[in-house]
């Protein structure tokens, strides 16, 4: 490292913080191998369009297709673990608990399988599924019929993947949770977000106009560089194992870029 002053800054910060608010993004789950959802078409699903596969109106249309684009997806997770990125997340929190909240607009579950908990997920659980259309009494998840896509054997209701699709609204109260905490945080972390997608970039600027100290921690430039008072040039698994280590252990982890 060739300057670790803008590091020490931002580890001052964090031990300056009563309440932390962090944000991820693709990034750190790309350093693991979890494909985009683009980089994910590969052979027989190349010649479809990805809007096709994450829309309601691709889900009605054809269910069984959509249905199996997921599995697929979910299978191609099944191998992927968790990298030092998110364990660093998950084992701050653990030394500190209360302290730090946890949003992320990825869908992968590797947060929580780092052992992160309560973890804000804007854009749904791949993982998880829900009824496509509003459950009557009738429909339970542990009675479905399996097919492709499960379904209730009495009204017909399918499961669809529990995502946020294209052209929906974020969960309400996991959106509201979000901006409370940037709303009430002393210093929020951007971690592998290009900033781009709104309403989770907001979050940043919500933090930085109630006060908030903001660090952005990205390889490349950021759409949010802009708002940030720290930006750290690296990736997840270089620059939070050594920014977020116990106070003392001298951040062993290798060298982490520095802000130019």
Sequence with gaps: MEDGAPLETVRGWLCAAHRIAVLTGAGISAESGVPTFRDAQTGYWAQFRAEDMATEEGFRAHPGRVWGWYQHRRQMLAGVQ???????????????????TLITQNVDGLHQRAGSTDVLCLHGDLMEDRFLDVPRACCHPDTVEAGSPPHCPRC????????????ENLPLRTLEAAQQAARACDLMLVVGTAGAVYPAAGLARIARDAGARVAIVNPQPTELD?????????????VLPVL?????SGGDNGPVPATP
């Design 82 to 100: 968790p990298n030092a990125g998110h364990r660093a997340l998950a084992e701050f929190a653990r030394r500190h608990p209360g302290r730090l």
């Design 156 to 167: 017909g209701n399918m499961l669809r993947p529990g995502v946020v699709w294209f052209g």
């Design 226 to 238: 802009a708002v940030a008072h720290m930006v750290l040039r690296g990736t997840a698994a270089q």
């Design 244 to 248: 977020l280590a116990p106070a003392g």
